[in-house]
């Protein structure tokens, strides 16, 4: 028994180092891809960060911005440096379900429906200004994002993989647009939240991109097979269970602020459900992953908190009166609950 012991250990270790050696292996391509993206967006790095751990975590997510901060332009360059299919939907209060997802059309040749598929049947599709569309065209959405298929008719429809919804919406203007139902709103796996660049990243905005033409390519350097791949590698990176503890402690404390001193409990209306703590350790792996690391490290999960959980938070009159937003909340919970 006592010679088993360093054998056991000694294998560990060896499994360890073969996972940091795959992990970074194949992290790499998805570093080029940031590359790629940065010869058409300038600065943004929590951007597109936050676009690549989406694409890695097999999540969906909603982008917020005021207009002209290259949401729109971030989102174009990343379908272009993959292998893969790109659709644009602009969200508009007269689109239909059948905008979306397709309909059946009537064949006379034949005398029987077929079924005309809609621009939801592709890898990458940006829902641009999610929120002017009306509450059919969100249901449709649902079904899409959460069960990764649609129905047409009487058939349902099974849709490609990888698939991602890269939703944008307006934060200043409301006339026009809808708020997107809650339990829309929950299946996105991060909100990100853009905000203006600073005056280097701006001085170089205006270099490259004043001037009445620019040649920004990209190069697709990632293929589907890869993102699979990546995926599974995810699947495998080490979380230590005190940081599965920190995740669950952090979930169950936008419920129930009280229970770790933190005064408030009147500023929320309800908190997280388990979806964020599928949400908070998925995107701590794949930030892992993306760093190179075959391990989490708390740092990882403090990082991904706010994404994942400023719109999984609903807040109180009393909250929105006193101007605290669901970002101020989740600072003061990351200051409270103990850190493994």
Same mark, same amino acid.
């Given at each position: %028994? ?16 073969? =996972? ?6 194949? /992290?790499?391509?998805?570093? &080029?891809? @940031?590359? @790629? ?15 690549? +751990? ?51 059309? !009537? ?5 029987? *429906? ?6 939801? *049947? ?18 449709? =959405? ?14 349902? &429809? ?25 339990? @829309? ?10 905000? !203006? ?7 170089? +905005?205006?270099?490259? %991109? ?27 990176? &080490? ?30 209306? !309800?908190?997280? /459900?388990?979806?964020? /703590? ?10 892992? *992953? ?25 807040? /109180? !009159? ?14 003061? =919970? ?7």
């Amino acid at each position: %028994m006592t010679e088993s012991a360093p054998v056991a250990s000694t294998s560990g270790r060896e499994e360890t180092a073969r =996972l940091e050696q795959e992990v970074a292996e194949a /992290s790499r391509p998805f570093r &080029h891809l @940031q590359d @790629q993206m940065h010869r058409v967006v300038v600065g943004q790095q929590d951007l597109l960060d936050g676009l690549v +751990i989406g694409l890695l975590a097999n999540g969906h997510l909603l982008i917020e911005g005021v207009p002209g901060l290259a949401k729109t332009t971030a989102i174009a360059a990343l379908a272009r440096g993959i292998h893969t299919g790109f659709k644009r939907i602009q969200f508009t209060p007269d689109l239909l379900p059948a905008d979306l997802i397709g309909t059946l059309v !009537y064949r006379p040749s034949d005398s029987e *429906f077929v079924v005309k598929k809609g621009p939801i *049947f592709s890898n990458l599709v940006l829902a641009d200004e999610i929120n002017r569309a009306p509450a059919k065209v969100q249901s449709a =959405l649902l079904e899409a994002m959460q069960e990764r298929q649609v129905t047409i008719g009487d058939e349902t &429809h099974p849709l490609p993989d990888p698939f991602m919804v890269l939703a944008t919406q307006n934060p200043i203007e409301q006339e026009g647009t809808y708020p997107l139902p809650e339990a @829309q709103v929950d299946r996105f796996l991060m909100k990100l939240v853009v905000g !203006y660049p600073d005056r280097s990243d701006e001085r170089r +905005i205006l270099d490259r %991109m004043a001037r009445t033409t620019t040649d920004l390519t990209v190069d697709a350097v990632l293929t589907p097979e890869q993102i699979v791949a990546a995926r599974a590698l995810i699947d495998r990176i &080490h979380v230590d269970d005190r940081i599965r503890d920190y995740v669950v402690d952090l979930v169950i404390a936008t419920r129930d602020p009280g229970a770790i001193g933190v005064p408030l409990g009147e500023l929320v209306e !309800y908190g997280a /459900s388990p979806r964020a /703590s599928i949400a908070l350790l998925l995107v701590a792996k794949s930030r892992a *992953f993306l760093d190179g690391r075959g391990y989490v490290v708390p740092q990882d999960v403090k990082d991904a908190a706010p994404d994942v959980l400023r719109h999984r938070l609903g807040l /109180s !009159y009393e909250a929105e009166a006193e101007g605290r937003t669901a970002d101020d909340l989740v600072r003061a =919970l990351l200051d409270h609950v103990p850190v493994p």
